[in-house]
């Protein structure tokens, strides 16, 4: 339990400085930003209490935000998802329930399960995200574009992260 | 209570995220300039929009009062119409004559917020500047003047009223054309103080003050108040007290004065300000 405890903080400290150092410098003329880790929200296990899912959200998209200084934006994108991801996983949810001692990974349920549930909680946080970045309906259409560019990259990172680092 | 504890309590995962949600948007609000100039804006434009609301209300309810002084000045204006066509009939025929240019027109607006027991008092009018009102124009109303526009948005207008400690008016004795400079006294909204008239000018109680029309703002002759009192202040001037000819407390249509030679004044008269 504890080592689990430990192995989350230690990816919630890693995630942040891998988006603020790495991922943040992958711009593809302004249209494609990768927000990779809201990998840290769809990889938490099943049995997380519903506090804890909505306050480490809330604490992630914050530090986040201070080292974007955008406070707010972030947090307020990533406490939606959270909001969102049991709901999620209860439509996807296999037809006796989820095991215990399972994750909600690509090696546990298959790539079109991982598939389905990731890009649904990704395009969530990244249109809330946008908008709220944009703050007006003015370029919809454009900022709807970078909604779905970035929402296909970020997926793309988070599947390919399930096979070298996240495997089990 | 019990029921409100069990929903409380059932609901704990929604009303948690509602609560971290909200604080995250406040977050957004306060700490990001573009969301907060947008949430400015927003709030400003409610609030105009519900002082718009009340005061349509209380327009309503005070039309009689109204229109007992619009008749009235109507019929001042009529008299002026038959006096003007007595004495010269053939002003009827417009001329072309580019001498006798209009130099000012009026645009008449409604106040939808006044305040008239503050140190720095300010009007809200109904008319912005998609009616052509644009910042230090003058606005008056057919008592005299009203105060002076400090800026304006689409819809409205926010105006410096005359009873503003900030505000000083060049103001001139009407019988003798004396000038000097017009204060609000900051004590209520009936008195002010008219400044710098030396000791040898006779003045009495009872005598017209009214604009000089030096600023560019307001158009000369606008009435501004009566001498009610006036005292040697020690020096080479007179203390002179005056009654503000302006009702502030039922004003509820104003005009504001627009120019056509401010700029060419000003552009003449900015020269001086270069040596």
Not at chain 2, 141 to 160: K, P, R, W, Y
């Amino acid at each position: 339990m504890i080592k689990f405890l430990l192995n989350n903080i230690f990816s919630f400290v890693l995630l942040v400085l891998l988006q603020v150092i790495v991922f943040d410098h992958i711009q593809f003329s302004g249209l494609i930003n990768p927000y990779f880790y809201v990998i840290f929200i769809l990889l938490l296990p099943f049995e997380t209490p519903g506090w804890l899912l909505l306050l480490s959200s809330f604490f992630l998209g914050f530090f986040v935000d201070v080292f974007y200084h955008t406070l707010g934006m972030h947090s307020s994108a990533c406490t939606f998802i959270a909001f969102l991801r049991p709901a999620v996983l209860k439509v996807f949810a296999p037809r006796d329930g989820y095991e215990p001692g399972t994750l909600p990974r690509i090696h546990f349920f298959g790539l079109t399960w991982f598939l389905k549930y990731s890009l649904i909680l990704i395009l969530a946080h990244h249109f809330v995200l946008f908008y709220i970045e944009m703050f007006r309906f003015s370029d919809f259409f454009i900022t709807f574009f970078k909604v779905i560019l970035s929402t296909m990259f970020t997926g793309f990172l988070v599947v390919i992260s399930q096979y070298f680092i996240f495997r089990r | 209570m019990r029921n409100l504890l069990r929903f409380i309590v059932n609901n704990q995962f929604t009303l948690l995220f509602l609560v971290i949600e909200f604080f995250s948007i406040a977050l957004v609000i306060r700490h990001n300039n573009y969301q907060q100039a947008w949430y400015n804006n927003f709030s400003q434009n409610i609030n105009g929009y519900l002082s718009l609301k009340i005061n349509n209300l209380n327009q309503y309810l005070s039309l009689k009062e109204l229109n007992d002084r619009l008749s009235s000045e109507n019929a001042i204006l009529r008299n002026q119409i038959e006096q003007i066509r007595f004495i010269n009939p053939s002003k009827q025929v417009i001329i072309n004559d580019t001498i006798h240019k209009q130099n000012y027109s009026f645009i008449i607006a409604r106040i939808i917020s006044n305040t008239v027991n503050k140190q720095y008092n300010y009007l809200t009018l109904d008319k912005g500047s998609s009616d052509g009102v644009k910042p230090e124009m003058a606005v008056i109303s057919d008592n005299g003047v009203v105060g002076i526009v400090e800026s304006a948005t689409q819809h409205f207008t926010l105006v410096i009223s005359l009873l503003n400690r900030n505000m000083k008016v060049s103001a001139k004795i009407k019988k003798n054309n004396c000038f000097g400079s017009f204060e609000w006294s900051g004590l209520n909204y009936r008195t002010g103080y008219l400044n710098e008239i030396p000791l040898h000018i006779p003045i009495a109680i009872g005598d017209t003050i009214v604009t000089t029309g030096f600023s560019s703002i307001f158009p000369e002759g606008i009435s501004l108040g009566y001498i009610t009192d006036f005292s040697v202040k020690g020096g080479n001037f007179y203390k002179i007290k005056l009654q503000i000819s302006n009702e502030f407390k039922s004003l509820s249509y104003v005009y504001i004065v627009n120019n056509f030679q401010k700029e060419e004044q000003k552009q003449l008269e900015s020269v001086l300000k270069h040596d």
